[in-house]
């Protein structure tokens, strides 16, 4: 099973400014990674699949990257809407299908 | 308009069955594969069970395999997850999830609501 360990647990920034988050997978994915974004309450959405490319309706502000087993979100701009967890998700090598463990985006 | 619409969540005892469904419309249903995903209260993600668009394969986690069974009847759109011999930890909010078209690989567009399954005595 491929393990997807995401970082930080809970990041802490101020709105207009840029996040990054972290994925690492355990062994390599090529391309085959996912973002997520789920609000309290809410189910997950799709934001970022084959690691760069922007899901339907998905604002330019994020954007995805990978180098080697090492994959990144960046919200370039950090809209108020953007504060939620953030989950990735590997489908390389499945089943399982495996997440990250979420990283927390809070307002700082 | 892609809609999933979950049912048959509610509370069992350990070792208890619950069948839940999930009602999908505004797309082929036929022409995609469907997962069952869940998330523990205060946990992350965890992928369940996936089916084929025929129906004609399926796969498990292993948290679940032996226990749970995914279908799918195509004419009425409709997903299933039969869950027997439920543990405490499957406790959880339990989403169905819609796979993107095969060129785009094996990760979600669009989610249900969700319904929660409580295992408690």
């Known amino acids: 099973e491929i393990v997807m360990t995401q970082s930080p647990a809970t990041l802490s920034v101020s709105p207009g400014e840029r996040a990054t988050l972290s994925c690492r997978a355990s062994?390599?994915?090529?391309?085959?990674l996912a973002w997520y974004q789920q609000k309290p309450g809410q189910a997950p959405r799709l934001l970022i699949y084959g690691a760069s490319t922007r899901a339907t309706g998905i604002p330019a502000r994020f954007s995805g990257s990978v180098s080697g087993t090492e994959f990144t979100l960046t919200i370039s701009s950090l809209q108020s809407e953007d504060f939620a967890v953030y989950y990735c998700q590997q489908y390389n090598n499945w089943p399982p299908i495996t997440f990250g463990q979420g990283t927390r985006l809070e307002i700082k | 308009e892609v809609q999933l619409l979950e049912s048959g969540g509610g509370l069992v005892q350990p070792g208890g069955s619950l069948r839940l469904s999930c009602a999908a419309s505004g797309f082929t249903f036929s022409n995609y594969d469907m997962s069952w995903v869940r998330q523990g209260p205060e946990k992350g993600l965890e992928w369940v069970s996936g089916?084929?668009?025929?129906?004609?394969?399926?796969y498990y986690a292993d948290s679940v395999k032996g226990r749970f069974t995914i279908s799918r009847d195509n004419s009425k759109n409709t997903l299933y997850l039969q869950m027997n011999s439920l543990k405490a930890e499957d406790t959880a909010v339990y989403y169905c999830a819609k796979r993107q078209p095969y060129s785009s690989g094996y990760n979600f567009d669009y989610w249900g609501q969700g319904t929660l399954v409580s295992v408690s005595s």
């Open positions: 062994q390599s994915v090529s391309s085959d």
């Open positions: 089916i084929s668009g025929s129906g004609g394969s399926t």
